[in-house]
């Protein structure tokens, strides 16, 4: 006895469509199936305005939403965060008379940070799409009338909204806060106006589209302005004089360079 064609069961290979419980490490496991191009490709659309297709977020990131680039987006800006953190404070106290002692609660503290970020926004904001739609016209026809995004796609539009963070991350370690704040302003601004074209669709089909619009940009400049200032921000001692540690902490590896360079060269040249 077993199922088959003559008992009236169903098929063992049909038996199981593929429809595992989301609390199953098989259900997650086709988010993180995807190309590299496709996350370099993803990457390049989350910082450059208006490269992405108008209908990006159903063609592309509704029909194949992944995993596997915001977790590494993520996981490579909580560390860019505690390793320049670090090197920022170094920066701002090595001529002090304390012994300065490498911060590893910062990891915990970006960690934490970015996970209510990605996490926690995009499900409120898909929270808000779902309840907030707008009652459909008679002979409104559009592809996009009543799209709402999954959560799953837009924790991956976030996601890879952070792309930017990491070589700015790296550049707050420079020691002028004019400059700390001109990358705050123009990360968030090139990150969040592609958050808002990229949602559009959405944004267009809410009751609520200039709130969640201005809400979206303020998030997004909050959680830079709030990066640099906890982590990298200049002490208060003016920008002027903040940028003298970072030269004076360069000078001395470069002059051991040009020392070690110029003994080279004068032994090759006395042969």
Known sequence: GGGGKDTG???PATATPSKTSFLTLEYYQKFFDVDTLIVLERIANSMIPKRAPGNYLRSSIGQNPDLYGPFWITTTLIF???ISGNIA???QHHNDNYQWRYNFHLVSYAATCIFIYVNFLPAALWATFKYSLKPLDEGHETENADYTPSLLSLMCIYGYSLAIYIPVSILWVIQLSILQWLL???AALLSGSVLIAVLTPALRNSKY???LIIGILAAHFLLAAGFML?????PS???AASIHPT???LKKPVEEVLAVTKAVVGNITNK
């Not at 906890?230 to 200049?234: A, P, T």
């Open 184 to 186: 705050v302003i123009t």
């Open 247 to 249: 030269m004076e902490a």
């Open 9 to 11: 069961l169903p098929e």
């Open 80 to 82: 860019c965060i505690a």
């Open 209 to 211: 589209s200039l709130f």
């Open 230 to 234: 906890y982590f990298f921000h200049v």
């Open 237 to 239: 001692s003016g920008s």
């Open 89 to 91: 404070n170094y920066l």
